[in-house]
C-alpha cells in the first residue's frame, strides 16, 4: 500500500506491507482491501477481506510520537553533531 | 481711603490733564510732592506710585551708567524680566530718559532681541536636527527590520535545506540502521516541516525491520537464528559463536566442529544446533558445546565437501530436512538416524511431476511445503506443491 501526497506531488513515505486476508491476486471481484481515511486525515484505515484492519498513518505531525517509541532512544548530541551539523543548535529529537 | 482719593489717583494715571503733562515735563524728584500741593490734598496712592517709578528709574539709572561707564558691554545689559519690566515701565511712565539710558534701553533691547532671534535659531536648528536624527532612525529600523526578515528567511531556507539532507540521509540508512534512520527523519522534520521530511517518518514506520543486527564474522556461512529470534548462531572456521540479537553481544562461544563451511540450523528447543557439510550432518549442544551425534544425511556418499543449500528442523524439533541442489534428505533427530521421503531415483527431490523426459534442472526452481508427521516418517512424508 503506498500513500502519495498529492498537494507536494510526491509518495508520503515508503509503501506499506497489509495484510488483507486471503488475498487472492487473481480474484476479479472485490481484488483491494476496503479503504477509508479517518475524519481527520491523519489515518488511512485498511479493511482486509478477512475483516480485519489495519491504520496507516498518513500524518507526519501525527506519526512523529509513534516513530519516537519505535526508535526507543533518543539522538545523541554527538550523533546530532556528526548528522545536522554544528550549524544548528542541538534539541531534543525524541524527549522521553 | 475715601472716594475722593480713589478717583484723583484715577485721574493722575490716565488722563493726560495738566498736571500731569507738567509732570513730565518736570521729570525730577521734588516735582512728585508739588504735585499734590497745587492740587490739593495728598492723595497716598499716587505718592505710592511716583516712588515706585522713581525707582525703577534710578536702578536704571544706575545700571546704564554702569554699562556706559564699563564700555558698554553686552552682558551689562538688561535682559529678561528687568528687561520686560523696564520696557513696561519706559512706555507708560511719564519721566523722560536721558540719552545714555535711553541708548542703554534701546541696546538691552536690540541685545534682547538678537538673543532671542539666536535662541530661535538654536530651537530651530534643534528641532531641524531632532527631526533629521528621528528620521534616520526610522529609517536604519525599517532597514534593520528588513535585515531581519532576510535574516529569517535565510535561516528558515537553511534549515529546511538541512532538514531535506537528513530525510535524505535517513533514507538511506534506513536498510542499515533503522533506529539511526528513524531518529534522523525525526529530526528532520523537528528542523524543518519539508515534505520529504514527513515522508522520512512515514517510511520508518512502514519499515519492517525494527533493528539490524551485523555479525562480527562475515565469513561464516553457517548463520541460523533460534525459534525466538533472540539469538543468532554463526558457524564456521571450527567456531560457533552464539550472539544475543538485541544486544549484539556474544552470549557462547565453542570450537571443535572443523574449519569447512557449514550450513546451520538451530532446533524449536533452542538449544540443538544442526551443522551440514557434504554428505554429513553433526549435532550439537548451544548450551554445553558438545556434540550430540552426526552422520550421513544421504546414503551415498559424496566427494562434493561444499555446503548444502538449506537445513531446516520441523517444527516439531523430531525431524531435520537438508536440501542440496537437487537432493534432500531426512534426519530423524531424536534417534540420530537418517530417514528419507519417497526414493526417487538417487535421492532426487520429488518435485512436481516432471513430463517425462524433461531436463532434471526443471526441478531446481520448486518450492517446497514439508509437513509435520503424525507418526515415524515413512516414504511419502514429504509433499511437493
Known amino acids: 500500500m503506498t500513500l502519495f501526497d498529492t498537494v507536494a506531488g510526491r509518495r508520503l513515505g515508503a509503501a506499506w506491507t497489509v495484510t488483507t486476508g486471503t488475498f487472492d491476486p487473481y480474484a476479479m471481484d472485490d481484488p483491494m482491501p476496503a479503504l477509508a481515511f479517518t475524519a481527520d486525515g491523519s489515518l488511512l484505515r485498511v479493511i482486509g477481506h478477512d475483516g480485519t484492519f489495519q491504520d496507516l498513518p498518513a500524518d507526519p505531525a501525527r506519526a512523529v510520537p509513534a516513530a519516537c517509541e519505535r526508535a526507543g532512544r533518543r539522538l545523541t548530541q554527538e550523533e546530532w553533531r556528526e548528522h545536522v551539523g554544528a550549524d544548528l543548535d542541538y534539541q531534543e529529537v525524541c524527549p522521553a | 481711603m475715601n472716594s475722593q482719593a480713589r478717583r484723583c489717583s484715577s485721574v493722575i494715571y490716565n488722563e493726560p490733564d495738566p498736571l500731569i503733562r507738567h509732570l513730565r515735563n518736570h521729570d525730577r524728584r521734588h516735582a512728585a510732592p508739588r504735585g499734590p500741593v497745587e492740587a490739593g490734598p495728598l492723595p497716598h496712592e499716587w505718592g505710592t506710585g511716583d516712588r515706585d517709578a522713581l525707582g525703577h528709574r534710578r536702578e536704571l539709572g544706575e545700571a546704564a551708567r554702569r554699562w556706559a561707564r564699563n564700555g558698554r558691554r553686552p552682558e551689562d545689559l538688561l535682559r529678561g524680566t528687568a528687561l520686560r519690566q523696564t520696557l513696561e515701565w519706559t512706555a507708560s511712565t511719564h519721566l523722560t530718559l536721558n540719552t545714555t539710558e535711553r541708548e542703554f534701553v534701546e541696546a538691552s533691547r536690540t541685545g534682547s532681541a538678537r538673543q532671542s532671534r539666536r535662541r530661535r535659531l538654536v530651537t530651530t536648528s534643534v528641532v531641524v536636527l531632532l527631526i533629521a536624527s528621528l528620521t534616520a532612525g526610522v529609517l536604519a529600523w525599517q532597514q534593520s527590520a528588513r535585515s531581519d526578515e532576510t535574516g529569517r528567511h535565510l535561516a528558515d531556507e537553511r534549515a529546511k535545506a538541512t532538514a531535506r539532507r537528513l530525510a535524505l540521509q535517513a533514507d538511506a540508512l534506513r536498510g542499515t540502521d533503522p533506529v539511526m534512520a528513524t531518529l534522523l527523519g525525526v529530526a528532520a522534520y523537528r528542523i524543518a516541516r519539508v515534505p520529504e521530511a514527513g515522508s522520512a517518518v512515514l517510511s520508518s514506520l512502514a519499515q519492517q525491520e525494527r533493528s539490524v543486527f551485523m555479525a562480527p564474522t562475515p565469513a561464516n556461512e553457517g548463520r541460523a537464528l533460534s525459534p525466538d529470534g533472540r539469538t543468532l548462531v554463526s558457524a564456521g ?67 562434493d565437501d561444499g555446503r548444502p543449500e538449506s537445513i531446516e528442523f520441523s517444527p516439531g524439533g523430531g525431524y531435520i530436512v537438508v536440501r542440496d541442489n537437487m537432493r534432500s534428505g531426512g534426519w530423524r533427530s531424536r534417534r540420530r538416524a537418517r530417514w528419507a521421503p519417497r526414493r526417487t531415483g538417487a535421492g532426487r527431490w520429488p518435485c512436481g511431476t516432471p513430463a517425462p523426459g524433461a531436463p532434471r534442472d526443471r526441478c531446481s526452481g520448486c518450492r517446497v511445503t514439508w509437513w509435520e508427521p503424525g507418526s515415524p516418517p515413512t516414504g511419502g512424508s514429504w509433499r511437493s506443491p
Open chain 2, 237 to 303: 572456521a571450527d567456531r560457533v559463536t552464539a550472539y544475543d540479537v538485541a544486544t549484539g553481544r556474544p552470549v557462547r562461544t565453542f570450537t571443535g566442529i572443523g574449519e569447512a563451511p557449514v550450513t546451520a540450523a538451530v532446533g524449536p528447543d533452542g538449544d540443538t544446533l544442526a551443522l551440514a557439510r557434504g554428505s554429513r550432518m553433526e549435532l550439537w549442544s548451544l548450551r554445553t558445546g558438545k556434540r550430540l551425534g552426526g552422520g550421513k544425511w544421504l546414503p551415498e556418499s559424496s566427494s
